[in-house]
């Protein structure tokens, strides 16, 4: 009798379970990077971005000219100039090497944040336009491609969702 009550109860919740599996969801997946680069609000927050990426690189590269320049300077010096004042220069190039490295780290963290704020409001502008396209079409669940193994291509909503963020973004 103990088995038979045992036995029930696991059909019980097999069955039960079962049930439960033929959920039905509207599942899609898009290619986030995909949409940003070609999307053309996405094209200008990356071109924005990559112009200050390119003119930070351009500070940087001078100035570590400039201080690469100081250093020949000094080498050339050394057999001229007394070994007090030889001292005095080493020590103001080593001043300002460690006042490039803070001005670098700075503008590193700088361009983080400023890229992290950009693509805050890039998503900020696109997200309700993918929600009311998925509200439309009655999507429940949205994925990233990069997490999708293999799929139906035509549950790949990528360009249709670039085609609505273009039409419906204000440039």
């Given at each position: 009798?103990y088995?038979?009550?045992?036995l029930?109860?696991?059909?019980f919740?097999?069955?039960?379970?079962?049930?439960?599996?033929?959920a039905s969801?509207?599942?899609?997946?898009a290619?986030?990077?995909?949409?940003?680069?070609n999307?053309e609000?996405?094209?200008?927050?990356?071109?924005?971005?990559?112009k200050i990426?390119?003119?930070?690189?351009?500070?940087?590269?001078?100035?570590?000219?400039?201080?690469?320049?100081r250093?020949?300077?000094i080498?050339i010096?050394?057999?001229?100039?007394s070994?007090?004042?030889?001292?005095?220069?080493v020590?103001?190039?080593?001043?300002?090497?460690?006042?490039?490295n803070?001005?670098?780290?700075?503008?590193?963290?700088?361009?983080?944040?400023?890229?992290?704020?950009?693509?805050?409001?890039l998503?900020?502008?696109?997200?309700?336009?993918?929600?009311?396209?998925?509200?439309?079409?009655s999507?429940?669940i949205?994925?990233?491609?990069?997490?999708?193994?293999?799929?139906?291509?035509?549950a790949?909503?990528t360009?249709?969702l670039?085609?609505?963020?273009?039409?419906?973004?204000?440039?």
């Amino acid at each position: 009798m103990y088995i038979f009550k045992k036995l029930t109860l696991v059909i019980f919740f097999l069955i039960l379970s079962n049930n439960l599996s033929f959920a039905s969801q509207n599942v899609r997946f898009a290619d986030i990077d995909l949409i940003i680069q070609n999307s053309e609000i996405g094209k200008k927050t990356l071109s924005k971005i990559e112009k200050i990426n390119k003119s930070n690189i351009e500070k940087i590269t001078n100035f570590q000219k400039q201080l690469k320049d100081r250093e020949n300077e000094i080498k050339i010096k050394k057999n001229i100039i007394s070994e007090e004042e030889f001292k005095k220069e080493v020590e103001n190039l080593k001043n300002q090497l460690a006042e490039f490295n803070k001005k670098k780290d700075l503008m590193v963290k700088e361009f983080s944040d400023l890229k992290n704020d950009e693509l805050k409001a890039l998503f900020a502008k696109i997200n309700p336009i993918i929600q009311n396209y998925m509200k439309e079409n009655s999507i429940e669940i949205l994925m990233n491609s990069k997490n999708i193994f293999i799929g139906n291509i035509k549950a790949d909503l990528t360009q249709l969702l670039i085609n609505e963020i273009n039409s419906k973004v204000e440039n």
